[in-house]
């Protein structure tokens, strides 16, 4: 490969016409979205209620794939979209590897305008929600990506963003604050005084540092009691992997640019699971149809929060307070509150239903790496390849890393692929925590997950009765 | 245009395969850069001293064009290079401009690893610092923006990088300093105990609040006391300007993508004058060919810092310790020191002596806006485009604003260009001030220009002995 094509870029006008619905194709049926009020199938009102209407159809659809609207499509090739899928030719090198035999390739996500992949699906959202004729939406965020997305993307549209977030981070990152309100998000410390599920701690403590679960309470809390204003989340939920299918499929239409139609590893970073559905749900429809016989999916975790490496397969609630919809995952308790890692994207505590059906068809593994040998890898690859990753995203590059140096120590072929979720510009604590030595590794003890799913008010679904 | 075509990209084996070297088209001949101790042109041994050699034959090339090494072409095509052009669809929407009569464009530099035009040179220095066997680049940096760059740039190519910065900003940006260190570079509070022109304030003041003066000459004096380091500079230079000519031709061909040959009004930011001097050269090229008689170029000032707009033309130290060459520029005065503003890289007192000669020959005029108003033009340009700027971009953000909304009142058709020269994730007060009400505007008077250049102990350089 000359080094001219070491970052393969497409044309605007080949952002892809549609998104890649994995549903029909997965080997056992998904489980649906239940009601936390009964623990029956949410019934389309009560979804509705919530979400926009398109993203509650496309939670559902049996479609194959689903068109992506053509004003929608040229927002994103205005603004950031295809986004370039980059050979790591410096990380390679660095890791003693020569030749062709094993590539390196990421999808460069952190290119977009808000730093990660999180306005494939919040431009999505704020157009459904504009189409509909809703004012407003209303969503939780942690660390402050997904916060910055929807501010933007609901900017974009005309729509009111609100956004929860958590007091710990409120006050910890005030650039991502700043970045939201630059948007023109609003944006509330959480525990808030605006909600009753806000109050409840919001009354005891006004310093309250919070938490994503009461964070999420706050959000659903806020949109149910506003006619014109409804949720949304940035990951987890089918609609939400749906919308970043166009990752994958990018990827696929770059690889093959170079000559490249096999990829033996998928790798993603997995918090909710959306940035990895995004790249890995178009290879895996392949795989289901018999293309891709040899090609493994890997989803990465942080020690201090394995949902799905250590949690347990149950129905359990969306958030603490038990608001949102109750789905049938990987989780180690609504309850539970990780360690304040640095990858504040992949502290939740349950993951994406579609990660976890694929999990338990064996299609894809999950792995889980500690806090400071996932920022190691970070330095290691901006270093190399010139971009400061975002704590979540170096996750992902410890995983292709590890991946790398065994092919090469087994003189094996690999092409491996791995989602650059974001970049680290608003994390830059992580690095100089490392640097300095001060950087804390955390593995969640096998004691407390069962301590944290028995403390955990287990929802009761009673699936024969749907 | 169709939206597709919003964002003009270019294939990596694009990048351009030589400088524009505007010297030998200037109509009247560029002064020599002049030895501080005697006030004569520096000899090439002092300059090869200070800066690399490469670097100190492209100061002063008569050859129209300069070849780009393919290895350093290589590195920019697989990091990030050609950056894309966009059309301000978005932008334009807001200011009431519809259809094609007034198309905005601007070059999005923001996508580099570090966030803006500098690893442009940054990357080219420290690839010619190798190829001469150097072992060490020194620099200063103010707000960290070039200081990031050449950290980035030495430790692609196995470099030391040693940076002094601007203690005020070493405190009040410890974002920037930790990017730095992150990419291996060793950074100092300026003024620092390691030179003889930093221990002259440190010593009675340890916490001196240091200036951009102090540091250049704390560079300056330690790369000439170690045999294997030079002197590395971001802006002002000719080589500097040249190295950012890729700028400008990338935009030529992009634009000639869309059918677009003579844009009417060119703008950038001018600190030193590099990133203006990026984009403008070679369609100034073209002007002095007589190939673009209409086309307008306009550098943008902040009103803290009019060196061109309200300095004088004379010949003047570049540093405040006099240990940097001088040259012959518009300056305020080596001993001014600028307000405070957030737009940290256009603090400085003098520019390249390569806009004081298209001022001086009436091919380009300046302008300059008050902070207040560069920051509003930034917040509209990031809810309405995307990205937020750096407070340095929002200037020529703002020039273009005002164009653009001058030439719809009068009905006449414009292509405006600018280069949106980098992003402003490190500069997030700058926007929270703004939208707090809190952002303080600054407009330097004339007596404080007047006392400013009298209270510059001005070198005497006589002309007519060289």
Redesign the interface.
């Known amino acids: 490969m ?6 393969i ?1 497409l ?3 080949k ?1 892809p016409k549609e998104w890649v619905n994995i549903l029909p194709d997965l080997p056992l049926p998904i489980t649906p979205l239940i009601n936390p009020m009964d623990g029956m199938p949410a019934p389309p009102e009560l979804a509705f209620a919530i979400f926009p209407k398109e993203c509650v159809m496309q939670e559902v659809s049996q479609e194959r794939t689903i068109p992506i609207p053509k004003e929608l ?2 927002i994103y ?4 979209r295809p986004t370039p899928l ?2 790591a ?2 990380l390679e090198k660095d890791l003693g590897i020569e030749g062709d035999d094993i590539k390196i390739f990421y999808k460069n996500e952190s ?1 977009s ?3 990660s992949h999180k306005p494939n699906t919040a431009l999505a959202q704020a157009f459904y929600a504009k189409k509909e004729g809703l004012k407003e939406l209303v969503t939780e965020t942690g660390a402050g990506q997904w916060g910055s997305a929807l501010s ?1 993307g609901c ?2 549209f005309g729509l009111k963003c609100v956004v929860y977030m958590v007091r710990a981070s409120y006050i910890q990152k ?2 991502r604050k ?2 939201m ?4 998000g609003e944006v509330h410390a959480s525990p808030s005084k605006h909600t009753m599920s806000g109050r409840i701690f919001y009354d005891k403590n006004p310093e309250h540092p919070g938490s994503l679960g009461i964070a999420i309470s706050e959000a659903v809390e806020h949109s149910l009691t506003r006619d014109d204003a409804r949720y949304s989340l940035g990951s987890v939920l089918n609609f939400v992997c749906l919308h970043q299918t166009i990752i994958g499929q990018e990827t696929k239409m770059q690889l093959s640019k170079v000559g490249i139609s096999e990829p033996d590893i998928i790798i993603g970073c997995m918090g909710g699971g959306s940035n990895f559905s995004g790249l890995a749900l178009p290879f895996m429809r392949d795989k289901l149809e018999g293309k891709l016989p040899n090609t493994q999916f890997i989803g990465v975790e942080p020690r201090a929060c394995p949902s799905v490496t250590k949690g347990e397969y149950r129905w359990d609630y969306g958030d603490t307070a038990k608001k949102a919809p109750i789905l049938k995952m990987h989780t180690l308790g609504h309850s539970f509150i990780p360690h304040p890692i640095h990858a504040g994207g992949l502290r939740y505590h349950g993951i994406a239903p579609i990660i976890s059906n694929l999990i338990n068809n064996k299609l894809m593994t999950s792995s889980m790496h500690f806090q400071t040998e996932v920022i190691a890898a970070g ?1 290691q690859f ?2 190399t ?4 990753p975002a704590p979540e995203t170096c996750h992902a590059i410890k995983e292709a890393i590890n991946q790398a140096v065994l092919a090469n120590e087994n003189n094996e072929k690999k092409v491996i692929v791995f989602n650059f979720s974001g970049h680290g ?2 994390d ?2 992580a ?2 925590e490392f ?1 300095e030595g001060n950087l804390i590794d955390f593995e969640l003890p096998s004691e407390e997950i069962s301590e944290a799913l028995k403390s955990s008010d287990m929802p009761i679904v009673d699936e024969s009765k749907f």
């Open positions: 000359s080094k001219f094509n070491a970052r870029l044309e605007p006008n952002v499509r040229e090739a205005q603004t950031y980059h050979r030719y410096g290119v305008t808000t730093g933007y900017n974009l005030p650039g700043i970045l309100k630059a948007y023109n330095l901006a270093r390849e010139g971009i400061l510009y608003f830059l604590l690095y100089k640097m």
